[in-house]
């Protein structure tokens, strides 16, 4: 499960995301899942959530 499936992806999941600001080094970012933005089932870059401090990334790792 790399978090390009939106039916993968639930609030309350321990994921790394990819920020912003890091997409041109790849630096992965910890957190809690809070919400899904990314509406659609697939994302070839990963489904854009809200972590529980506020961040906006893209899941790239799901960690349980």
Do not use: W
Not at 7 to 25: A, F, W
């Amino acid at each position: 499960m790399d978090g390009r499936n939106r039916s993968d992806v639930k609030p309350g999941l321990r994921v790394n995301v990819i920020l912003k600001k890091d997409q041109r080094t790849g630096t992965k970012t910890e957190g809690i899942v809070k919400d899904l933005l990314t509406n659609s089932s697939y994302h070839p870059h990963g489904i854009k959530v809200r972590l529980a401090d506020g961040q906006v990334g893209r899941v790239c790792d799901i960690l349980e």
